[in-house]
């Protein structure tokens, strides 16, 4: 009797080990892009790269064109434990943490390999890691929609005085408002699903995406003039709740962080190819004219938002003045960006 009740105690331990290493985790992933855009498609990379190196026990679902919600809301259900993944721009994120913000400020970033050397630099991620830790926010990595450019109805714009009066929409985020209003524009708030036929109406004048997007839109059908102002980088972060990211171990804590390193890679990459052939497949119809910058009309612009960065410098505050950031503790963030494009650069 003895044996036969050893003999199914050791059953029912080796059935229960056997769950709980099999034991599938399963964690939603919202994003806002459509599904054929490079963000979305180095989404659904980030989810078959977890699903492969966990052997399957952490599944992700990805979510996107909005399905969970806008972007607020998803940056308040990860907050709240709601929903595991959201992949928000850094304009959305910044009325939850300020300093991320600083991601979106016109004309930073004096080329893109110094953007993404920044982005992905140790001290500078650790920094606002911690920073959004604090507002219940688990970062895990970066997206990209790409750098934003200008398209617009009235005129051909090379200089800052050339955007004096008009219209543009513009994202409602205190940033881009403030951007183009020290330029001289009217910024106007306007629903994205509204901006083709404000631009055909003639309630706006002008509006920056970039161009890829403008391009997808069909923003270029009713914009005769675009420019590369390539001004700022829409940046996209990627936020994972507290809860989820407890229920991962170490080493599948590991693996969704490479695998997020690896998506963005992917993102940024197909980003460059599309951009290089629908931008230049819109050039060859002839339909639009696009306008490339020089150095010193670039410099220019520059210098005229320089006010913009001396308002968020103080609006954003100071890396707390802790041992462990050496030389930064204590900096202001905007200090840190103007620091890690020196290193950089």
Same mark, same amino acid.
């Given at each position: 009797?003895?044996?036969?009740?050893?003999?199914?105690?050791?059953?029912?331990?080796?059935?229960?080990?056997?769950?709980?290493?099999?034991? !599938?985790?399963?964690?939603?992933?919202?994003?806002?892009?459509?599904?054929?855009?490079?963000?979305?498609?180095?989404?659904?990379?980030?989810?078959?790269?977890?699903? +492969?190196?966990?052997?399957?026990?952490?599944?992700?679902?990805?979510?996107?064109?909005?399905?969970? =919600?806008?972007?607020?809301?998803?940056?308040?259900?990860?907050?709240?434990?709601?929903?595991?993944?959201?992949?928000?721009?850094?304009?959305?994120?910044?009325?939850?943490?300020?300093?991320?913000?600083?991601?979106?400020?016109?004309?930073?970033?004096?080329?893109?390999?110094?953007?993404?050397?920044?982005?992905?630099?140790?001290?500078?991620?650790?920094?606002?890691?911690?920073?959004?830790?604090?507002?219940?926010?688990?970062?895990?990595?970066?997206?990209?929609?790409?750098?934003?450019?200008?398209?617009?109805?009235?005129? !051909?714009?090379?200089?800052? +005085?050339?955007?004096? =009066?008009?219209?543009?929409?513009?994202? @409602? $985020?205190?940033?881009?408002? @403030?951007?183009?209003?020290?330029?001289?524009?009217?910024?106007?708030?306007?629903?994205?699903? !509204?901006?083709?036929?404000?631009?055909?109406?003639?309630?706006?004048?002008?509006?920056?995406?970039?161009? %890829?997007?403008?391009?997808?839109?069909?923003?270029?059908?009713?914009?005769?003039?675009?420019?590369?102002?390539? %001004?700022?980088?829409?940046?996209?972060?990627?936020?994972?709740?507290?809860? $989820?990211?407890?229920?991962?171990?170490?080493?599948?804590? +590991?693996?969704?962080?490479?695998?997020?390193?690896?998506?963005?890679?992917?993102?940024?990459?197909?980003?460059?190819?599309?951009?290089?052939?629908?931008?230049?497949?819109?050039?060859? !119809?002839?339909?639009?004219?696009?306008?490339?910058?020089?150095?010193?009309?670039?410099?220019?612009?520059?210098?005229?938002?320089?006010?913009?960065? $001396?308002?968020?410098?103080?609006?954003?505050?100071?890396?707390?003045?802790?041992?462990? %950031? =050496?030389?930064?503790? =204590?900096?202001?963030?905007?200090?840190?960006?103007? +620091?890690?494009?020196?290193?950089?650069?």
């Amino acid at each position: 009797m003895k044996n036969t009740l050893s003999f199914f105690l050791s059953i029912l331990v080796v059935m229960s080990f056997c769950t709980f290493a099999s034991a !599938e985790i399963r964690l939603k992933y919202g994003l806002s892009a459509p599904p054929t855009h490079p963000h979305a498609k180095s989404s659904l990379f980030l989810s078959e790269y977890v699903k +492969e190196k966990t052997k399957g026990q952490v599944i992700i679902d990805v979510f996107p064109l909005g399905q969970l =919600g806008s972007g607020r809301s998803m940056v308040e259900q990860v907050q709240g434990g709601t929903l595991d993944i959201a992949d928000v721009t850094s304009a959305v994120v910044s009325p939850f943490a300020a300093p991320t913000g600083l991601l979106d400020l016109p004309f930073l970033w004096p080329s893109r390999g110094v953007a993404y050397s920044v982005l992905h630099d140790t001290e500078f991620f650790n920094i606002y890691r911690d920073m959004l830790r604090k507002k219940d926010l688990v970062m895990i990595g970066y997206g990209e929609n790409e750098f934003r450019d200008l398209t617009n109805i009235k005129r !051909e714009v090379r200089r800052p +005085e050339d955007v004096k =009066g008009l219209k543009i929409r513009v994202m @409602e $985020a205190p940033i881009f408002m @403030e951007t183009w209003r020290t330029l001289g524009a009217n910024p106007v708030p306007m629903p994205f699903g !509204e901006v083709y036929t404000g631009l055909q109406q003639g309630v706006i004048d002008a509006q920056e995406n970039p161009l %890829y997007t403008s391009i997808l839109m069909k923003f270029t059908e009713v914009c005769p003039y675009a420019t590369s102002l390539q %001004y700022s980088l829409s940046s996209t972060i990627k936020l994972m709740s507290v809860n $989820a990211w407890g229920k991962l171990t170490s080493e599948q804590q +590991e693996i969704l962080m490479q695998a997020a390193r690896l998506a963005v890679q992917k993102n940024r990459e197909e980003n460059m190819n599309i951009v290089a052939d629908t931008v230049g497949q819109l050039e060859a !119809e002839g339909k639009v004219k696009v306008t490339y910058l020089s150095k010193s009309e670039r410099d220019a612009f520059v210098e005229a938002v320089q006010p913009v960065y $001396a308002r968020f410098e103080k609006e954003t505050g100071k890396i707390p003045n802790d041992k462990k %950031y =050496g030389r930064f503790a =204590g900096m202001s963030y905007f200090q840190l960006f103007q +620091e890690k494009i020196k290193q950089y650069q």
